[in-house]
């Protein structure tokens, strides 16, 4: 089996790799038939970005604090036999396309989220529509807060967990709609949403 060790930003050395160094033929990720990914759950979504369009499989080895998008092994486990065996599952990505004030339009894929966030100490108020229809009770109402996540499965166990958002099972098919400290409406909530969802946020000031 062909394989691609990539690592966290910080390029730490794991004792872990001179293990998988003799259990594998190690290329570059182009190359590879899987890429093994040695970190965090901040160094899965960094790698992700990068080969995500390659359609090839990612393992994550946990050597970070929580690992949730990882798998944990110790380190005399058969690591060769516990990566045949492992069930793939797709994780789909969020494409996000932003206009900004400019007129410019930038597009992104995004593994864990796409969100606003304030750079006042005022509250932003957006304008929140779900395939062209407001989520809100009125057209005219807007949701104002610290800013708004619009969350992956694979993403929905960092910002949106810490901000209190759903957390959803990695073979779902939906999104979470996550406020962060919602002022107005009061009793907007996080939202569960079909993973084909063309959310549009408009940021009115």
């Known amino acids: 089996m062909k394989i691609a060790i990539l690592k966290g930003r910080d390029k730490t050395i794991y004792p872990i790799e001179a293990t998988l160094k003799k259990l594998f033929h190690v290329v570059s990720p182009t190359e590879a038939e899987i890429l093994l990914i040695l970190g965090g759950d901040g160094t899965m979504p960094h790698w992700a970005r990068s080969?995500?369009?390659?359609?090839?499989?990612?393992y994550g080895i946990?050597?970070?604090t929580y690992g949730f998008l990882l798998n944990d092994h110790a380190a005399d486990e058969n690591l060769?036999?516990?990566?045949?065996?492992?069930?793939?599952?797709?994780?789909?990505?969020?494409?996000?396309?932003v206009e900004l004030n400019s007129g410019e339009v930038k597009t992104a894929l995004a593994f864990n989220d796409v969100f606003t966030k304030t750079v006042s100490a005022q509250a932003s108020n957006h304008r929140i529509?779900?395939?062209?229809?407001?989520?809100?009770?009125?057209?005219?109402?807007?949701?104002?807060?610290?800013?708004?996540?619009i969350c992956t499965p694979g993403g929905s166990t960092a910002y949106n967990r810490a901000a209190g958002g759903i957390i959803i099972d990695h073979?779902?098919?939906?999104?979470?709609?996550?406020?962060v400290s919602a002022f107005q409406p009061v009793d907007f909530r996080p939202q569960l949403l079909?993973?084909?969802?063309?959310i549009t946020v408009q940021l009115l000031e």
Do not use: H, M, W
């Open 51 to 58: 080969y995500a369009n390659f359609g090839i499989p990612f």
């Open 171 to 179: 073979k779902s098919d939906s999104l979470c709609l996550t406020p």
């Open 129 to 149: 529509l779900i395939n062209g229809l407001s989520i809100l009770e009125r057209e005219e109402d807007v949701f104002a807060g610290d800013g708004l996540i």
């Open 62 to 64: 946990n050597r970070g």
């Open 80 to 97: 060769a036999l516990a990566i045949e065996q492992a069930e793939f599952v797709n994780f789909p990505l969020l494409e996000a396309e």
């Open 194 to 198: 079909p993973g084909d969802s063309v």
